[in-house]
């Protein structure tokens, strides 16, 4: 199992990660980046799963580096 963190405060809008893969990511009404179906606490958006691979495409290509991807123990 995987966490995804997604940091909405250090998004810059640049869209890499909705070009990635648009059933995952999405931009909210303020125009940051947000996980579909993501859990938010404060400004960060945090989402359990079991194939990390698009999430870790997308965190590669994150020019705000704020996506991050951590394999859970």
Do not use: Q
């Not at 995804?4 to 980046?33: P, Q, S, W, Y």
Request: hydrophobic share 25%; proline share 0%; net charge negative.
């Amino acid at each position: 199992m995987y966490e995804v963190i997604l940091e909405r405060d250090d998004c810059t809008m640049c869209g890499h990660c909705v070009e990635i893969d648009e059933t995952k990511f999405t931009f909210d009404d303020d125009d940051k980046a947000t996980l579909i179906g993501a859990e938010r606490d404060d400004n960060t958006d945090e989402l359990k799963v079991e194939d990390a691979s698009i999430y870790e495409e997308a965190e590669e290509n994150c020019t705000g580096e704020c996506i991050e991807v951590y394999e859970e123990d």
